[in-house]
């Protein structure tokens, strides 16, 4: 089945720990999008990357790094820098049909500090 | 600043009552539109989008919306809710058409009373 898988689905952080998500997709999707969700803020963008060994900040990239290797996947790391990191994180992916990109979203991880 | 309003946090509707939530977007030439819906603890699931043409679209479940261009609204509709509606529901707009960067809106919580 094709489709977004994002691991784990819980991740606990320790203090000064980086901690990374992964995200891989099997939909042949060119761009990639990490999202940070907060209860009563709706969805702000991290990162997001339209190809290959490219990406790009989003609205709240601070604290967080990414990479784009290979097309299926696009790994984030909550770095210590991060100083609220507990949320739910949202991977997405899209590809342009003409000039019309849909968002599919993976399940999420949700990360707690310890 | 472009945004995306939805201008109610929760809505309580009876099972079998039609629905309608409300989504508001700053000015943009030629947006396209999306409504998102997640069930807790789990990614988001497309319900419906618009690029262009008709401004009534259909989506899954059920719904649709529609584009009111002078309003800049997107409003989602159904006729007759089913408990298993509950969730909580996102309007997402891509203002420069061509990106496929999404700003969301803050979400609308849907409880369905028996």
């Known amino acids: 089945d094709g489709g977004i898988t994002q691991s784990p689905k819980y991740l606990f952080r320790k203090e000064g720990q980086n901690v990374t998500l992964s995200c891989e997709q099997n939909l042949n999707h060119d761009a990639m999008y990490w999202y940070r969700q907060d209860p009563g803020q709706g969805l702000r963008l991290i990162y997001y990357?339209?190809?290959?060994?490219?990406?790009q900040k989003g609205d709240i990239a601070e604290g967080y790094s990414v990479s784009r290797e290979k097309k299926e996947s696009f790994p984030l790391t909550v770095t210590s820098a991060q100083k609220n990191p507990t949320a739910f994180y949202l991977c997405a992916s899209s590809t342009p049909v003409g000039r019309q990109e849909t968002q599919y979203f993976g399940p999420g991880t949700r990360l707690l500090v310890l | 600043a472009q945004s995306v309003t939805q201008p109610d946090i929760h809505i309580t509707v009876s099972e079998g009552a039609s629905l309608e939530l409300r989504c508001n977007y700053s000015?943009?030439?030629?947006?396209?539109l999306f409504w998102y819906v997640q069930s807790p603890g789990q990614g988001l699931q497309l319900l419906l989008k618009y690029f262009s043409g008709d401004t009534l679209v259909q989506g899954i479940k059920g719904f649709e919306a529609e584009f009111k261009r002078s309003q800049s609204s997107f409003n989602l509709r159904k006729p007759s809710v089913h408990w298993s509606d509950a969730a909580e529901y996102f309007c997402?707009?891509?203002?420069?058409?061509?990106?496929?960067?999404?700003?969301f809106g803050q979400g609308t919580t849907l409880q369905v009373k028996p």
């Open positions: 990357s339209q190809i290959v060994n490219d990406f």
């Open positions: 000015y943009g030439a030629t947006p396209y």
């Open positions: 997402a707009v891509d203002f420069s058409g061509n990106t496929g960067k999404l700003i």
